[in-house]
């Protein structure tokens, strides 16, 4: 047990709190110069109540929030989002034309392969923190 | 019998197409003398669009989600286009920014991230203006927060001009680079029949 717990945590990319798995958190490696970046990531509440996230940080960056970027008649539009309600059991997943977490001005230039920490803010208190990695990854097939 | 082999080809085709990637445009629309430049000294005009396909992408680069995407699958449907026709008919991917103002110094380090043949500029607000206008394509300046931050809505879709420099079609999300670049091959063998006739 204590080596499967072993296992798990050396998983790379998988944080496990209080209820909560993260997977798959990842920043799309930018363009040079570019001051908005976004994470991706998929958030499961494995609890037994339901979870509320109200906000997001990084040391890394000046700014971080929680973005939905919607399309209506062929027209992008981001807008913050200030609560998500997660029930137990479910997943949420930032992805593409969704929801992302918005970076914006980064601390210093980031690489592939670099890291990004984030802090997922929670209504009851918790912060959930997480490693996200830089990847060069801008498709998604769909 | 090859017209019968053509139609049975064209029906196994139909249902890859199914999903949307591209709209050829009923008539070629004409565009209006434009100037671009970058921070490389690069310009980009209506004189070079005359003599090779060309797709223009309306965005901005504070974009954290749906410019990069974009550009992400028109490299890879770039790729796959060159598959499917000669080379001097790939198209030019060019990115035009929509916000001079906090993009102008280093607009031109944009779209060549995603593609090395990618070219990236912006301009004056009237040239800007009169693209977006004449190929449909629609953008807007929110308002500022307290910060100054302002975000950016604009067109998903973006815009394919022919050799003669006119507008034949837009192509819209998901791009997915197989399916576009399918699009993309149609509407060169459809405008070569035009020109033929």
Redesign the interface.
Known sequence: MKRFALALMCLPGLAFAEGLTIEEPMV?L?????????AFMQITNTGDSPRQLVGVSSPDYA?AHI?Q?S?QN??????GVDLIEIAPGQTVAFA??GL?I???HPKAALAEGDTVNLSLLFANGAVEPVTAKVMR?????? | MIKHLMTALFLLAAPASAQVQGVELDEPVALPAFTYSNDLGESFTDQDLTGAWTIIMFGFLSCPDVCPFTLGNLEAAISETGMRVRPDNVPKVVFISVDPDRDAETVSDYAKFFHPEFKSFTGTRDQIDAMVEATDSFYRLMPPDSTGYYEVQHSSAVSVIAPDGTLRAKLQPPFDPGLTAEFLARLQISYRRELSQ
Do not use: D, K
């Not at chain 1, 062929?74 to 807008?79: C, V, Y």
């Not at chain 1, 990854?137 to 769909?142: E, I, N």
């Open positions: 799309p930018a363009p040079p110069g570019v001051m908005a970046h976004a700014m973005h970027t399309e062929g027209i992008a539009t981001m807008s593409h034309g992302h918005m970076l914006m990854q801008h498709r998604h097939g769909s």
